[in-house]
């Protein structure tokens, strides 16, 4: 079973709207965080925003401030990424993680994190 799955990507013009989900199961919805990352062609997988499972906390890339917003579900142990206003510099492919670490200084990296998802397309055209 894989443990996480990401959905939702797609074809978006400059100023719309997408919602990314990712489904935790087996290990993963024990875990202390989620995080979606982003990764665009030729650069380095960066952190967007992280949300604790136990009281929702989220934290945010300055980047996407006041334009993404991550929630989750833990009924459906699903976390979501609600981007709006976006840009073709947002294009990228999404990936959602689960993280073991407690303390949310070591979500904003990558070795922060234990699972992975395979990640979903985003394509913002001009």
């Known amino acids: 079973q894989v443990p996480l799955v990401e959905s939702g990507g797609g074809l978006v013009q400059a100023g719309g709207s997408l919602r990314l989900s990712c489904a935790a199961s087996g290990r993963t919805f024990s875990s202390y965080g989620m995080g979606w990352f982003r990764q665009a062609p030729g650069k380095e997988r960066e952190f967007v925003a992280a949300i604790r499972w136990s009281v929702g906390s989220t934290y945010y890339a300055d980047s996407v401030k006041g334009r993404f917003t991550i929630s989750r579900d833990n009924a459906k142990n699903t976390v979501y990424l609600q981007m709006n206003s976006l840009k073709p510099e947002d294009t990228a492919v999404y990936y959602c993680?689960?993280?073991?670490?407690?303390?949310?200084?070591?979500?904003?990296?990558?070795?922060?994190?234990?699972?992975w998802g395979q990640g979903t397309q985003v394509t913002v055209s001009s």
């Open positions: 993680a689960a993280s073991y670490a407690q303390y949310a200084s070591r979500w904003f990296k990558i070795d922060g994190y234990d699972y």
